[in-house]
């Protein structure tokens, strides 16, 4: 690969991980400054080297499955910002129209099948997604996002196992910040760590240094060659850190003393990746361009949002199923 | 009209929707030796192992991943064996599958028919005899059906498939080999319940194996010069509340006979609605027949204690004419 | 009388259960750090992290751990953070839990309280707000309690926790901060409901946080005249037959409300039962007030279609009066 | 160890193998021949060594926990053959009083907690055994028994992860007998296999020729005096062979020609210990005697259970319980 190439890369990770952050940050600001979400949502600063470098990797008809805390991933898929945040508003045009919220944002226009409320529940249905593209034929293939706490549901086990017996073109991430709610997840998980038990159900497993945008990147590259090559399902240990509570609302004092402190000023992804600019060339302005440029997207995106009408109350009734549906009901 | 067993029925139904819609499979444990009760018996020679899927022991994954495969274009026909067993697939069925449709806004289906044997059956105890029918009934974006005979089961086993909702099918095990005439012909409109006698004196609603017991106690009734109506509702969401009312307001009297334990069974949703919306049509007491609150046994003479009889039917409906 | 609310009540019954029974022990995801709501807070400092334990994320195994620790002798409370996540572990709470004692003729028991916060909070959406308290009363060998005030909250929990049953015990998500004088004094008698007003003219059942619906709503009637009988079951199973058809045969009318999906709830067995037991007593229409059945979503305002209010009991009151 | 106290142990598995046999062959015969079995029965017909070899090195206050294929276990954990034979049979005075029949046989008078008719079911619940006995401070431990089938289930991973990360008195134990059902486990398998999955769970994991009693024998023993000596949670991987169908009413035409004949030609548990005892100067007169004295006390249980009367029928409503039981509701 040429420099240029390089450049252009590493600045498009950058670009992805500013406009997830900012887009959480605003996020933020909309649950407890202005009391615009009423949910809970999950933010995922400090992780978001994952969603970016794994997602460059993935075309739109591509599927991805995710989690609670699932924006970056959807942003990284390719999902319209607005439509996320009037989803977190709960507003029509939202992603779902406003029925999902945070933890189910969904865009299958980009194939984002959706975040999910249970932990580790997308296990099994993406392994079933993987195996209904090969059914059909399509050479799509699919990626499953989970947290580290995913890793100790029974899901993990029948879902990557099934991926290995039917041999489905699908990758498995862990992306593992350490933390499961407000449990140090590796106090609850026996044995080496999940690549282990990935190798165990057959998946070949690879482990990245998950802020390392640049690493996340090159390691899904060459999975994702695998997969489309028709090689097996692969597993993907991305060890990061959530800089954040588990919610907005958690101030996460269960933490050590100085260990966020420590990974927001040492280890923070986008940081990282403005070195790797720095080191390539790019002057401070230009990575401040692409900082301010973010902001003001999803300032504007908040903005937006907020002013957008709430859903008819009549789609509380639509959707549900055709047959016997709550407006049939009502007739 | 051919004439056929109710297994054979719904394998026929499959077996014709697999040959003519190429995104059908079915996918469950020992399908390719014909699953438990021979549902599945000649599909994977016919349709091949990637259409008549063998899967490991994994109830959560089987109904996950039939999800996922549904999301993405296939419509799969998920077997769980006996019906107990599908409480490992609670959270996929009841938090996924039920509620994507409408918590990604209209975005996914999830056209799938699960499949889950219900019922007392020989000896086979507390794990192997459940008929939980009501649970389903309770959760929004799930349809609920329960052939009786084999022609419903050819009829509505089509119909399953070709709906787009998840369709919660539950077959009797009892009544397997039942047989019966088949008209292939016939479609079923899913939610109209089947009016399996026309009678003036009572109305009987049931449905599953239990509606066949009501037929017989009908004949029974009508020997001591009752005439009953029974009413095989075949689908329980949606359920016919017209056909069910009408029947009331011309009878004036109501039975409804379940397998399941009549505590919180969908007996209680039937009485319930009727007691709402006709109430002033009924002319005498309400029955309602279900197991009591007790589990099923594996000795013989205590199973027999939990399950509704034809007698009990009778009696049943005699109270309501104060008989 | 101490003044404390929901969240504290049932906290309170716990930490006394546990310094008089050192059998006694909690166990769930992030208790040491109080749960979700804080229901555990303080508790793992004061009897250790053997006793409060904390636990994967592995909702089959901690129900079925606990099950297994039941057995050889201890007593568990069980943490499910939401009811919704309950659902992974059906199968140990419905086949092995609530059955075991049977199916081996008596020779075990599971003396354990499973803790399922339900309920509609705060834009959760559909997967973080279904009350499916109409599905445990119909599994054969479990208890189901669904206290709505601090009162209660501490009283039940204590009979639940020296109960020798499984008890599914439900509190609700959106009263935790509800406040309310509380006597330490008071024992609960499991299945006995709870006359939360004395009246007349037209009986109201209910229970969770719609019965305190129900008496708000019992002061607005009254304000227009009509004198309501609030009956709050609490106890879901046993449940209180005796007081509701007494005051079923004294008013008349029947009102049952409740937040959980109206189709299968546990509002239809409460109307079937009194259709059965009082059908000739009833002097109009009955009401079953209770959500459509769709989906809680997450936008607020359609959030509150699915929501039971205090407006639809009085008009579900007036119209059993034909007002 | 000397020679009589190796001899007298080998003879103890026998017995106790041909116990087991013949205790499911008379039950077989019940089932087919008498009709006295209405529900399924699982054999372990080929099985017995693991059986024999778990059970001689726990005692009666240990715990056990077993599947639908139970009759050995049960059996070799001390429970009276006459109970269990009444409980196939439905019978009075069956362990548990007619209630269960063969695919829930408990006796929780000799430590055994219950078959299990759902697959993999037993494996959370035997690690809370375990938990419970542990913080009750008893120094009991438990053994919990289940198919290769099983370890496609989630519970397998939520169950021995929960005995790692709490470090529990257990051993589990995957009796492999190559079938799930109809289903040859190892193509719905994928990896390396049951001992690498549960190593990546953190637990030590032996594997061992199931039908070799002696070779079970004394891999349990070094097993369990560790877990006596408060060793962490340790896995057992034992490989055997179902030489029957799948319950007794199934013909198994489904494996391949000769599979069967040859196990059972080769590799018969029972054949082989009486290898053993041969080598070590039995003569075929006290085998043969071992031999008629199990078939002649199964025998006997048969005719006995036959002889028993079906339970009171007020017993199917008893023990639900305490609060709003049937008995109560009927009044
Ligand atoms: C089955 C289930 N159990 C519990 C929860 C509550 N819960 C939500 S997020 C979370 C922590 C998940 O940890 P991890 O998988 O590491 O993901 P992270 O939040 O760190 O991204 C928990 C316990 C849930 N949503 N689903
Ligand atoms: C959860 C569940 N799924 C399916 C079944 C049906 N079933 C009973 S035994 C069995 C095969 C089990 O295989 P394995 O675990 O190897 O035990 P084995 O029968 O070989 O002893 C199956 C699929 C069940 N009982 N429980
Ligand atoms: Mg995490
Ligand atoms: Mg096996």
Known sequence: MDK???????????????????????????????????????????????????????????????????????????????????????????????????????????????????????????????????????????????????????????????????????????????????????????????????????????????????????????????????????????????????????????????????????????????????????????????????????????????????????????????????????? | MVNMTYVEASRLAVREAMQGDPTVWCVGEDLGRGSVFGQYLGLQDEFGPDRVVDTPISEAAIMGAAFGAAMVGTRPIVEMRFSDFALCATDELVNQIAKARFMFGGQSRAPMVIRKPIGIWRSSAAQHSQSLESWYVHIPGLVVLCPATPQDNYSMMKAAIACDDPVVYLEHKNIWSMQGEVDTTIRAELGKASLRRKGRDVTIVSWSETANLCVHAAATLAEQGIDAEVIDLRSLWPWDKGMVLDSVRKTGRLVVAHESVAVGGFGGEVVATVAEMAGDALKGPVRRLGAPRSLVAYAPNLEDKMRVTKDMIVTGAKETLGK
């Open chain 1, 4 to 331: 240029s190439h390089n450049t252009q890369t590493a600045r498009d990770l950058l670009v992805m991980m500013e406009r997830i952050r900012a887009f959480e940050e605003q996020a933020i600001l909309a649950a407890e400054r202005d009391n615009l979400v009423l949910g809970a949502i999950h933010p995922s600063i400090g992780q978001e080297a994952c969603a970016a470098g794994i997602m460059t990797h993935f075309n739109r008809d591509d599927i991805l499955l995710s989690t609670h805390r699932g924006h970056g991933h959807t942003l990284a898929k390719g999902a319209d910002p607005l439509a996320m945040m009037r989803e977190l508003l709960g507003r029509t045009g939202g992603c779902c129209g406003g029925k999902g919220g945070s933890m189910h944002i969904a865009d299958f226009g980009v194939g984002m099948l959706g975040a999910n409320g249970v932990v580790g529940a997308n296990i099994t249905i993406a392994a079933g997604a993987a195996h209904g593209l090969k059914m059909l034929g399509k050479s799509a293939i699919v990626v499953d996002i989970f947290g580290d706490g995913a890793a100790n549901r029974g899901p993990f086990l029948e879902g990557i196992n099934w991926a290995s017996v039917f041999d489905l073109p699908i990758l498995f991430v862990c992306e593992d910040n350490q933390y499961s709610a407000t449990t140090k997840t590796s106090a609850m998980t026996g044995g080496p760590g999940v690549a282990a038990r990935a190798e165990a159900l057959g998946l070949r497993a690879t482990v990245v240094d998950g802020n390392d945008a640049e690493a996340v990147a090159r390691t899904t590259h060459e999975i994702t060659t695998r997969l489309r090559a028709g090689g097996g399902p692969e597993f993907l240990h991305a060890i990061t850190y959530r800089q954040t509570g588990h919610t907005s609302f958690d101030p996460a004092s269960y933490r050590p003393d100085g260990e966020a402190e420590k990974s927001i000023a040492d280890n923070d992804p986008i940081a990282r990746q403005r070195a790797v600019l720095g080191a390539m060339g790019l002057d401070r302005a230009a990575l401040k361009a692409i900082h301010d440029m973010a902001q003001a997207e999803m300032v504007q995106v908040l903005a937006d949002a907020s002013a957008t009408p709430f859903p008819g109350d009549e789609t509380a009734f639509t959707d549900v199923q055709d047959l016997g549906s709550p407006v049939q009901e009502a007739r």
